[in-house]
């Protein structure tokens, strides 16, 4: 609500200017050029807030979206190799229901700046929602490059740690698939197949810990 608030205003700010930008043209006068870069900063600002997350600053889920099925479309005429990483961030409720929602924002922000640091300024990232995050990452031909990047992603999250003074664990699930023109007809099936294998290495996870449990109270 809040983001659709700001876009209303800018909307408005902008039809704004163009009417005042409209009677300045028929005076020529010297304030043109100045009211031109005005409204292109506007515009800017209302293209910004409809495909950025307010919380973290990555994309959002349109944001995403759109700028995915694009690599999609260029990755099959180009045969280019596209990797996709859906996570989720572990125990978002928890520290939700024992910390207040304000820690719980600020795990989704420390969240999103280790993505930061892990991807490329080339690759897409985005918060989809919720403790929801996804990158497009552009690859090799290998699949250990995608594979390579989960590693690196979860070593920056124990680092982040072990150096945090917060009384939670940042932890993250992460599912990962190669793009196949062939299979994946769009970016929401391979959205559909990586949240799978998310899903999967989240049940693997608990079942783990469940045995390790098991066995140090055995």
């Known amino acids: 609500m809040k983001i659709s608030g700001r876009r209303l205003k800018a909307e408005a700010e902008l039809k704004k200017h163009q009417d005042h930008l409209e009677q300045l043209v028929k005076n020529r006068t010297v304030k043109l050029s100045e009211e031109i870069s005005e409204r292109k900063k506007l515009e800017e600002e209302l293209k910004r807030i409809t495909i950025t997350d307010e919380l973290t600053g990555l994309y959002n889920r349109r944001g995403f979206m759109r700028l995915a099925e694009k690599q999609l479309q260029v990755a099959t005429r180009h045969n280019n190799v596209l990797f996709l990483l859906y996570m989720d961030l572990d125990n978002m409720k928890y520290i939700n229901d024992h910390f207040g929602h304000e820690m719980g924002d600020r795990a989704l922000i420390e969240t999103a700046r280790i993505l930061e640091q892990v991807f490329r300024e080339s690759d897409i990232i985005s918060r989809l929602g919720g403790d929801e995050f996804a ?56 959205l559909s197949e990586a949240d799978t294998r998310m899903y999967e290495q989240k049940i693997m996870r608990r079942g783990i810990s469940k045995a390790q449990g098991e066995m140090s109270g055995g």
């Open 135 to 190: 990158a497009l990452i552009f690859g090799s031909s290998r699949e250990e490059k995608g594979l390579a990047v989960m590693n690196r992603l979860q070593e920056h999250m124990q680092l982040a740690n072990s150096q945090g003074e917060r009384p939670y664990e940042l932890l993250i699930s992460i599912g990962f698939t190669r793009y196949n023109s062939d299979t994946h007809s769009s970016i929401d099936n391979l």
